[in-house]
């Protein structure tokens, strides 16, 4: 972390927290390249080289705020595999559960993310989506390696198919329970979080197949 990022991590909580929400607001509402300094220093009241005191210029801002976003997202994630309580499914059902959570505390966050996940020319666009899964995927590869151990998956299971498809199910879920138009139908966001949470859970433990197939 350079100085001018230790400084602002120095600053109180209050004032740390109005720069992050005011900064968040303008890329969620005008994407990246149509974001404006100059909006977020005036509902701030400072100078413009306040925030580039911290930040250096807008790009260093975004990254900063991306950044602590994805900090964020994936502590509840380090919590669910560091405690082994409960059954591989069990685990990733509180996985979905605090994915949509996040979204719930985070929403301006979440439509920077989608801003960025539908626009190929959104800056920074592939560190940063990459960054998320690269850090999804190492958090469900535990997981199922866990599950193969005990018995609850199948000892044959291709791990990275697996990881590719739980993630898949995740982030289109996510995309439904926030944005009902792109639910196709399933009305995730008219269901609570915690039974929608449940029945991808049953999905992904009992398959498309009538037992025994």
Do not use: C, W
């Amino acid at each position: 972390m350079t100085q001018e990022r230790k400084t602002f991590e120095n600053l109180p909580d209050e004032k740390r927290q109005r720069v992050l929400s005011e900064a968040t607001q303008e890329f969620a509402d005008h994407g990246y390249d149509q974001a404006s300094v100059n909006r977020i220093v005036s509902r701030l009241g400072i100078a413009k080289g306040s925030l580039f005191k911290y930040f250096g210029n807008k790009q260093g801002l975004f990254e900063y705020l991306f950044g602590h976003a994805v900090k964020q997202f994936k502590k509840p994630l380090k919590d669910i595999r560091d405690n082994q309580e409960g059954d591989f499914f069990q685990r990733i059902e509180r996985s979905f559960l605090a994915s949509g959570a996040f979204v719930d505390a985070h929403p301006q966050i979440y439509r920077i993310y989608l801003k960025m996940l539908f626009n190929e020319h959104f800056p920074m666009r592939d560190k940063f989506l990459g960054e998320i899964r690269k850090a999804h995927a190492k958090f469900l590869r535990q997981l199922i390696e866990d599950g193969i151990r005990q018995g609850e998956l199948p000892s044959d299971l291709d791990i990275e198919t697996a990881v590719f498809n739980i993630h898949s199910t995740l982030d289109r879920f996510l995309q439904g329970y926030a944005v009902p138009s792109l639910d196709h139908g399933i009305e995730a966001a008219g269901q609570s979080l915690e039974d929608k949470a449940r029945s991808l859970t049953d999905f992904l433990r009992n398959g498309l197949a009538n037992a025994p197939y």
